[in-house]
């Protein structure tokens, strides 16, 4: 009687092992979840936060493409407008396809219309062409 006991009693403790284990797996993946939902809840509050606060450090892309419109007349260069894309310019124009087609032909206007663009900005006389974020208090 006493070997089965002895039996009986090594396989408790194998299984009261193997629970044990079992608990810990169970307890480290809670741990895990608690700390990938902790992760989940911070880059919601910074992407809300982002969303919310309109961040202007945030990079955006200009093609000057909306500038072309019913209202344009094709057939000259424009003034880009002062508070375009929420900057203020300064010495910033465009022209449009049509105008550099006809009066520049052959020229680096003419390269950027063999790329497909609707229009292309550039700097008057020669002068830098200048831009400020209209949303900046300080550079108001």
Known sequence: MRPVLEIIQA???????LINDQQQQITNINEQCQSQQ???DELTTIIKALKDHNDISIK???AFEDLIGPHVDLDSCHP???NYA???WCNGAFMPRQHGETRYPNTGFDTVFKQGQKCVAFNFGCQPMTMRDCRRIEDV
């Open 80 to 82: 880009i407008p002062s």
């Open 11 to 17: 396989k408790n403790n194998r299984l009261e092992q």
């Open 60 to 62: 955006r892309m200009l």
């Open 38 to 40: 902790r992760q989940i």
């Open 86 to 88: 929420d900057f203020k």
